[in-house]
């Protein structure tokens, strides 16, 4: 049976097995998926030991994805771009590197009507997860991309990095004030320890969308903000988190199975 992996830390929480079983059993498909814990010190020497054991692929996620992507053999354009790999692929002489997150962010917009194109997006955070999503928002023509963040040199550190791709217009939180976005994204750790970046009232425009990159409780505060700005559309990135685990499903087995029933299958596990 070929093996499959998530490596992290922490990684009891991980539901990608839950999702990787899903999948291999809704496409037929005859494989093995755990979650292993991987400490930084130990990240070099647990890559060449799982290769070393037959492993066919992994899922990489926090702290890795950026050491990950310098330990690769090569990495996808896309993975360069983020700077981060959440998808490993064996190959004879080590492992090449890809990032599915955009597309997973890309496609869970599709799928939930949240047009970027022609639209005011603002994204919040200037982390790894930002870096892995500015591609495809600049690729879907918005009419103005901004980023803002509490440190304020990160920002403008990814509107030169993203310059070939497009325009980001950096910023910090407290500079918003006065402006009106039709998109609102938080791509910021905040919510993992219940907080919250400090923004100035009324960011969303009428008819706005706004989705958090978190789920479960770490969406919680994003979501109740958005709720008291008068957003129409409030989203979790669950399905993001699904949607990126079938681009990956896709590279290694070369079938992507279907989303919805395992997304709706883990909303139904998480109740
Ligand atoms: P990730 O890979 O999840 O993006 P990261 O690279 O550590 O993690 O980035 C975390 C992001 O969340 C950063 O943009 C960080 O802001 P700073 O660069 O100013 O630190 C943001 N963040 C985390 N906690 C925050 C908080 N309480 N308020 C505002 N921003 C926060």
Redesign the pocket.
Known sequence: MDRYAVIGQPISHSKSPSIHALFAQQTGQDLGYEAIEVAPASLAAELQRLHGEGLRGSNVT??H??AVAKLCESVSDRAQLAG?VNTLVRTDSGWTGDNTDGEGFVTDLARLGITLTGRRVLV????????GILAPILEARPAQLVVS???PW?PEELAELFKPVGVVTPRT?LALKGDRYDVVIN????G??G????LPGRLIADGGDCYD?SYGDASVPFRQWARSQGASHIEDGLGMLVEQAASSFAIWRGVRPETAPVLKELRRLMR
């Open positions: 926090l702290p994805k950026q981060a919040l955070g200037a982390g790894g997860a930002t870096r963040n509490r440190n990160k939180h791509a910021t750790s905040a993992h320890t907080g919250l970046p400090l990159l």
